[in-house]
């Protein structure tokens, strides 16, 4: 049976099968057969049809168009191995041989959530768990089998292997990368071919990446987002060193220990790719962090890297990227033409120094920008110590002037009387000259009547306009608690950072309330999700008949993991009893 597994974004580890016969329409509508909660992706994206063992898909019409293994289809037959992108989001398409094992018909798909049947060898290294799928090809984690060390193997594009001059020139390049070692960059040991299969081994970072990370908790704390930007701007400082430009900054790209160290993954193959592809936003992936000069296709250097760190910073605190759109082309239209909004508009807890820092690293002009990534790293050293980090104009000198010379007093005018003639054409000076002349009105007496409308007329002009375009804090509470009753937290999610803000204090609280309250539930269902995979990592096991310690050390890993959840670690003990 063929098995569509979402691979990235907010669903990823989601699946469905494609039974006999069945014809499946995938896309962001909730209504879809499968789901793809990806603003790139259209309401209904591409549709998939099974007829007698094959697979045909068929692009729906989208936006931004429907790509296997990186190139845009209307119509192809896809098959096991397949690589299908929509939007931002990749879904691979696996065969399932009904015992949860999942797989290729190159055996190079191996399985979906840790399954680990039907393992493949290449080059000396044992793929065991398929942990990523990107533009350049699928990332498996495996076992280096001569240090017996855990390695991530990654298995290149084939569309990126086509032409010898470039598989020659990719080489030497991948090569060359294996002989950068910094501690903030991921190492590559090996590149090469095996029956006609290119692959890259390199160091397995245990704490995924940083959308990963993000998926999970939605926004960072500003100083745990400034403790992983340091860790890529030292990154990027040993880069310059090289005279490298990674030109694919980005949470994709960005390794987290399981120390919370951030590594940089790609330093030195990702301009290659950039080049070979002239930038295209159809290889490179998202253009949410592309600086407005590669946009352009304009030459980049290192401070289109610090763009794109700058854009990746911003993601981290404010929770969303700082330009989005239905289209790659709308999202690169902003990034060159349009201001990035005030951070601290969204994200208020940001303090004003790093509020600047941002600013100044997504300046349109690379001129206005951090003009290297020493001179980033020392701003963000400001931070930490509570320093200003940019220098504050000097006072401007105040010199005290003579005393001004003594002025002679000027007469008073004689009284000018009013002419009749003239204030009969102003009937508001009519009354004032009567009032003057003892006619019995006086001055304030003639106002009262005009305060009297005032202040019936002025309120009423304000009821009138809240009547007619409504309070938008009002208005998004009321949308957004109906998603959030109706199970739809993404979505409740995205209206409330979009316009979860009112200047009414009562509805700001109810707001941030329901937000608190999205975040749990979309917390609690990541963590759901990801406890059921790892489960089924542990069932697969057992059903494998994998020895008692390798069991009870995947059981100890849960339990220390999930212990302070009463109920799976209740379902973990009573595990662990029966396997010892």
Sequence with gaps: MIVLLIE??????????????????CGRKRETDLHINDPMASSKHFRVTETGGSLTLEDLGSTNGTFVNDERVTMREVKPGDVIRA???FISVLCDDGNGAQFSDTGLSIT????????????????????????????????????DREVAVKILNSKLTKDPELVKRFLDEARAAGRLTHSNVVQVHDVGEENGTYYISMEFINGGNLTDLLREQGRLAPETAVSIATDVARALQYAESKNIVHCDIKPDNIMITEGGMAKVADLGIARFIEEETGG???????????PPEQA????????????????????MVAGRTPFSGTTSREIMKKQVFETPPDIRRIAPEVGENLAQIVEKMMKKEPAQRFQSASELLEAFAKINIDQPVFAQPEPRKVTSAPPPSPRKPIPAKAPVKAQPEAMEKIPELRTSHRARRGQGVSSTASFAPLA????????????????????????????ATRLYEDGQYQEAKELLELKGRSKDLQISKQLQELRVKVDMELRG???????????????????EGASQSVLVSKLEELKLQYGHNPERARLIDGELSSVK
């Design 8 to 25: 990235s974004g907010a669903d990823k580890g989601l699946q469905v099968e494609v039974e006999s016969g069945a014809s499946l329409v």
């Design 87 to 89: 939007g931002d989001t």
């Design 112 to 147: 979906a959530a840790g399954n680990t049947s039907g393992k493949k060898e290449i080059a000396g290294n044992v793929l065991e768990e398929r942990v990523g799928v990107g533009g350049m090809g699928v990332v498996y984690r495996a076992r280096q089998l001569s240090l």
């Design 280 to 290: 295209s936003a159809e290889v490179m992936g998202s253009p949410h962090y592309m």
């Design 296 to 315: 352009q296709g304009k030459p980049v250097d290192r401070r289109s890297d610090i763009y794109a760190l700058g854009c990746t910073l911003f993601r």
């Design 452 to 479: 009297l409308v005032g202040l019936f007329f002025v309120p009423a002009v304000f009821a009138l306009l809240y009547y007619m375009n409504g309070d938008s804090g009002v208005d998004t509470l009321r949308k």
């Design 525 to 543: 269902k990541q963590a759901d999700t990801r406890f059921n995979q790892l489960w089924a990592q542990y069932r697969s096991l057992k059903s």
